[in-house]
């Protein structure tokens, strides 16, 4: 027998808050505590040979500074946090997980029967010997398969007798896939869906604000002050642009994907994982975000230049970019060309203002001295 399938509530993971807030706080958490590692890193001086760019380049490029980051930051992540209360899910149902592993392992039973009462009826399928069926002299591979696929439907339905598969207790075999398919497969298909929807939506709204001037001067331009990436950098954005994306678009294709609050919440933690880190400005070996997206720091800090704005518009992996024709490779040697003239350019930039600095020292000096010797 199986367990009761009767629906209800689940107990709230954490004791003081429930489950559907979830999926917009944890992000929010997420973001700060990565963002602030990653700051401490920077402001420390360590791992200096993995970053990407050089102090000058952090000085005379990026246009909008680091307060105001923070700010429109916030301002992102409260647009969100008030969306995601008001789109809220707080009514999920589930069935037990007792309920459901029977389920899975009832399944499997019924699948297993039909396999092993079909096998003696693929040996009729000479389609490759020239034998004929039923008696008959001729080999049609039509008359075979229509011959078999008779003869299977004929018997496996009589198999499958719940009197004898049904009620009796489950092998082992079948609570094992049972429980790999409830905690495993099932919830990896889910993650999976939700990346590739989430990528393809991110990917061709994100170049949708790029190839439309209008979106681009007035709303995503403000992301693109920031041409040396930092961490907390990565939602340093114009809320027309946090609205319909992030704070509706997104969550849509969550629950589109089937992730319940608690999946949601972890796969918003993942993304933001992965946002921050693709915006933290150092290239650390064994980067975890390789893994969908090679080489994921470098493939989206190429957009960030003005040189590369025009690629490497996906937010996850590179698959769209690939088949669109608007992937390019950081180690491509224009782009590394490119990147060592910025570099060089920036040094110039950068001593130039420091000899403007020295050279107005003297001169603040001096008119000291005139003051207190006129005194």
């Known amino acids: 027998m199986l367990p009761s399938p009767d629906l209800g509530p689940r107990a709230s993971l954490l004791p003081f808050l429930a489950d559907h807030h979830l999926p917009y706080l ?3 958490i997420f973001y700060w505590v990565i963002s602030f590692i990653f700051h401490y ?5 360590l791992f200096s040979r993995y970053k990407l760019h050089t102090s000058a380049e952090d000085l005379t490029k990026n246009r909008a500074s680091r307060k105001d980051v923070i700010k429109f930051a916030l301002i992102q992540q409260a647009a969100q946090c008030t969306l995601g209360y008001l789109m809220a899910d707080d009514s999920e149902q589930f069935v037990s997980p007792e309920y459901a592993t029977a389920s899975w392992a009832q399944r499997f039973r019924y699948m297993r029967a039909i396999i092993q009462r079909s096998v003696p009826y693929m040996s009729n399928l000479w389609l490759w010997t020239g034998y004929g069926t039923k008696g008959s002299g001729n080999a049609s591979p039509a008359g075979v398969w229509q011959d078999a696929l008779g003869d299977l439907l004929g018997n496996t339905t009589r198999g499958l007798d719940t009197s004898r598969i049904g009620p009796a207790p489950f092998t082992p075999q079948e609570v094992m896939f ?25 990917y061709f709204t994100h170049r949708a604000f790029h190839v439309n001037k209008w979106l681009y001067k007035h709303v995503h ?52 994982f ?5 915006h933290c400005g150092y290239d650390f070996p064994y ?18 230049q003005t040189w590369g704005m025009k690629y490497n518009f996906s937010v996850y992996g590179s698959f ?23 570099k060089a350019s920036a040094e110039v ?12 020292q003297p001169a603040v000096g001096a008119s000291t001295a005139v003051s207190l010797g006129g005194q």
């Open 178 to 202: 049972a429980k790999a398919m409830y905690w495993v497969l099932v919830p990896l298909f889910q993650y999976v869906a939700a990346m590739v929807l989430a990528d393809t939506f991110q």
């Open 287 to 304: 980067n975890p975000c390789n893994i969908v997206c090679p080489n994921s720091v470098l493939f989206h800090d190429l957009h960030h």
């Open 221 to 272: 331009a403000m992301h693109h002050d920031i041409y040396v990436p930092f961490a907390y950098g990565a939602f340093y954005n114009h809320p027309l642009e946090t609205i319909p994306i992030d704070g509706i678009g997104f969550p849509y294709c969550l629950s589109i994907a089937g992730l319940d609050n608690r999946q949601a919440a972890f796969f918003g933690a993942i993304w933001t």
């Open 349 to 360: 930039v950068a001593a130039k203002a420091r000899l403007r600095a020295q050279e107005s």
């Open 274 to 278: 992965k946002t921050v880190v693709d």
């Open 26 to 28: 944890v992000p929010v």
């Open 41 to 45: 890193i920077d402001t420390r001086g």
């Open 320 to 342: 769209w970019d690939w088949v669109m024709g608007t992937s390019w490779s950081p180690y491509d040697s224009r782009a590394q060309a490119k990147y060592r003239r910025g």
